[in-house]
């Protein structure tokens, strides 16, 4: 259970670093291989919900989600 949540908010973390990285017309391709690599590793055991959106790529609903499991 640990490690799930040290992985959501791994997640959550890559989340807002791309978000923030968007606003300063950075690159994001590392966000998103984190991104993508962390919701595999979470598809087993995640919400739906957050699935559905990370497999939208809905990232801002990604992560308003998050921040309702705190």
């Known amino acids: 259970m640990q490690v799930e949540i040290e992985r959501f908010s791994d ?3 890559a989340l807002e670093t791309m ?4 606003e300063g017309g950075e690159d994001i391709m590392e966000q998103l291989d984190q991104i993508n ?3 595999q590793e ?3 055991t995640a919400p739906k919900m957050l699935l559905h959106y990370l ?3 809905s990232y801002t609903k990604a992560l308003a989600f ?3 499991l705190e």
Request: glycine share 0%; hydrophobic share 40%; no cysteine.
């Open 19 to 22: 978000m923030q990285r968007i």
């Open 11 to 13: 997640l959550r973390h």
């Open 55 to 57: 497999e939208r790529k």
């Open 37 to 39: 690599a962390l919701s």
């Open 42 to 44: 979470l598809a087993p």
């Open 66 to 68: 998050l921040e309702t």
